[in-house]
Every structure is written in C-alpha cells, then in structure tokens.
C-alpha cells in the first residue's frame, strides 16, 4: 500500500514496543513521514538504536515496562510535556508465551496478562483521558489472530490478546462520542524476533505456511509470513484520517491463516 508521503506530518504519536519488530518498524515510517514520535518500550538497546538513526527534536525515548501503569503514566505526561498533545497512539508491546495450561506456572500466566493485557489497558487509560478532554484522536492497539482461534500451547498469549481485542472494543464504544477511533490490528506469523524464537524451539517458517494436522492448525493461505511493513501498513491505515469513519474494527492481516473467523 502507498501512503501519502506527508500523512502523519506534524503529528505526535506514540508507540509502545517500538525497540523491535512491528513497533519499530511503525516508529521508523512515522518518523519518515515527519511525526514527532514518542517511543516507549522496555528495551534500552533497542530504544537507542532508533535514537541513533534520527532527528532528536522529533523523537523521545524512554524505558518504560508496560505492566508498569505508574511509570506509563509518567511516561505519558513527560511525552506531552516534551512533544506536545498526542494525536495517535500504537499499542504494540507484547510478549509470547508457549506452554500448555497444565505445564504453565501462575508467574507465567500473570505476567502475560500483565504485559499484553494490562499494558493496553495502562497506555490507553493514560493517553484516552487526555484526547477525551480534547475530543480528538486515533488508537490502534495490536492484537493477535491468536485471540479468536484456538491454538494448541499458547493459551496465556491467547487470552490475554483476546482481552486486548475485547478491551480495545469497548473502549472504542467510549470514545466514539469524543469523535476518537479506536481500532485493533490482528497480525497472524510475522517474520519478527517473536516469531523466530518459535521457528528456535521446534516450529520453522515452512511449518507455519503449510500448517501442522496434529495440532489442528490450518497452514497460510497466500502461502507466506507476513513482514513487519505488512502489518505497519494496516496500523497506519487505521491511525490515519483515511480511516475516519472506522472504528470498532478488528483488522486480520495473516494471509488467510484464520480463515478471517
Ligand atoms: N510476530 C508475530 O508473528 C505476531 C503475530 C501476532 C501478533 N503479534 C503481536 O505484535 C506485537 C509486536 O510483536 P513483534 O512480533 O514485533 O515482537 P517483538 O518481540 O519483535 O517486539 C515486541 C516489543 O515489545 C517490547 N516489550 C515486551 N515486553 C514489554 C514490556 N513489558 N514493556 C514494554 N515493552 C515491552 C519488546 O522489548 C519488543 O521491542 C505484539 O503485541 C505481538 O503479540 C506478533
């Protein structure tokens, strides 16, 4: 998809998990299309690397743990303090969690919904109650095609993304009087550091495009994994004032993998 050079021009707009895979590669776009960007994430390394390839005045970073609703908080007032009103925020901070429910421990399950969960839920409350006082805004948060089809050792990711796409909606629901969209983006397999540590512990791209019977998982249709740039093209779709009259949408972007159920 081309987006118009200039779209998000002047704009500031802030992006959890944007030291790595999908969030940094949304954070490089906007910063080519002349945002102003704030970029939170818990990855210092990450964080400083983008620091390096940009124009400081349009770009604030800061190490921050999702989960961590005080330190969003202050996160987000020091954004605003420092690049001016957020106009679009990306919720895109997440981790995955393998495991069968019988094998999972209780740490493991509460800090997926802590993170995934919880940090969608802290970063919008944050930024939601300042663009409600100013009656504009646009949110995407980043879910999973995980979060409506069942997937065999990934329960603790899945219910929290289902609880990210439920949250995202009813939220949309709240703002829509304030005139803010409020979407969610669904990627299926992309090829991130995420997806890699799978491909590590016994998965493999080939697995993933093909599919794999025993766990009663259907292969991708269109017959590849999706990169990074294939989902940031959906998230600034959805950010952006092409998209003004959608809200509440759930957009699937995996190649069929889910059969768009
Ligand atoms: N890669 C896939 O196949 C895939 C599929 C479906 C959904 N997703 C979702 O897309 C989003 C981006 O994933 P990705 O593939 O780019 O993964 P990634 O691991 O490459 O990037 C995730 C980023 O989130 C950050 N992060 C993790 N925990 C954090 C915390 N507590 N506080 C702040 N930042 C934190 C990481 O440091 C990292 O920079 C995630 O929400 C993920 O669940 C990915």
Redesign the pocket.
Known sequence: MSTPDTEFQGQHVLV?????????ALARRLLQQGARVTA????DA?LAALQTETDASRLLTRV????DAAAVDAAVAEAEATLGPIDRLAC?????QMGRVIDLDDAQWSRTLA??AG?VFHTCRAVARRMVERRRGAIVN?????ATTPRAGMAA?AAS?AAVTQLSRCLALELAEYGIRCNVV?????D????RAMWRQGSSREAVISGHAPSHRLGIPLGKIAT?DD?VDSILFLLSDRAGHITLHDLRVDGGATLDQ
């Open positions: 959890t998990g944007a030291a790595g895979g999908i969030g940094a939170l994430d818990a990855d990450g921050v743990d999702v989960s895109v901070a997440g981790v995955l993170i995934n940090g980043v879910s999973s095609n995980a990711y993304k669904s990627p299926g397999s992309t991130t550091e995420m997806q990074p989902i």
